[in-house]
């Protein structure tokens, strides 16, 4: 992303650029307010991306008229609804493209794969494969879950600050939804560090009994997205697990290369 120093230099490259400048710049304001949860005031706008508060202030009415941000009524700037409808489309476009690596994962570990997102403080599931098998678990594609009870949320939290994660479970709660749900933000981050260290996430019963979910996040994907298998706890077994990781890790780093192409430069 650019930085901000208006400058001569900055004023030609814009003019080179037909204005592209711009569009960068006011693209990376709405990461930076979707990052900040959805609402900030342009001061801090201004302090996170370096640009000088007229140049913002330029961009986001830009946006406002557009309908990509409104305004409050205490002057802070909210992401508008009409970035709802484009994301929804990316979402249901990004679980197409997901589906032959989804397929895959069936075939090779017999059981139901899901690719998920994070939107917002919820996770979003975004594409599914079910398993040929008779007993089957469903997550139906567009259901919202808490990241605390699922292998997909702690997957795709492991390398959230400790702080950050703190402040998304205070907002969305703990609910149990299961005994085996964990409850606590310690006992919650101490599950963080355990993907860190084997490099995938388990949900063991957390969200729903008698289920076991394996999970591992893309790489590098342009949004946070992880992968995941779920089954009966009966066949999603530990020895079955040391078989499915390596597979898991494999198919998200190839959908981590096809989301690459698929959004390399023209």
């Not at 001061?43 to 009415?61: D, K, N, V």
């Not at 990004?94 to 075939?107: C, D, K, S």
């Not at 066949?235 to 190839?254: C, F, M, N």
């Amino acid at each position: 992303m650019p930085t901000s120093s208006a400058s001569t230099t900055d004023a030609a490259k814009t003019a080179n650029s037909g204005g592209v400048q711009s569009l960068e710049r006011a693209f990376d304001l709405l990461e930076r307010m979707a990052d900040a949860g959805g609402e900030v005031g342009l001061s801090e706008l201004s302090a996170a991306s370096g640009l000088p508060l007229p140049t913002i202030h330029r961009l986001m009415r830009t946006l406002v008229a557009c309908g990509y941000v409104r305004q409050q009524p205490n002057r802070r700037y909210a992401l508008g609804p009409r970035l709802i409808r484009l994301g929804e489309s990316a979402s249901r476009l990004l679980g197409t493209w997901a589906r032959p690596y989804l397929a895959r994962l069936v075939e090779e570990t017999g059981e139901t794969a899901n690719m998920a997102l994070l939107d917002g403080d919820e996770i979003v599931y975004v594409a599914q494969v079910p398993s040929k098998h008779s007993m089957r678990m469903f997550t139906e594609v567009g259901r919202r879950v808490l990241p605390h009870s699922t292998g997909v949320g702690k997957a795709l939290l492991a390398h959230t600050p400790p702080d950050e994660v703190r402040a998304l479970l205070a907002r969305t709660g703990m609910p149990a939804a299961t005994e085996k749900t964990i409850i606590t933000p310690e006992g919650f981050l101490a599950a963080l560090e355990q993907v860190r260290q084997v490099g995938y996430a388990v949900d063991d019963n957390e969200q729903e009994i008698g289920v076991r979910c394996l999970a591992v996040s893309v790489p590098e994907s342009p949004t946070a997205a992880a992968i995941s298998i779920s089954g009966p706890a009966g066949r999603v077994t530990e020895a079955a697990t040391e078989k499915i990781v390596p597979v898991l890790q494999e198919v998200a780093l190839d959908l981590s290369a096809a989301l690459a192409s698929t959004g390399g430069q023209g």
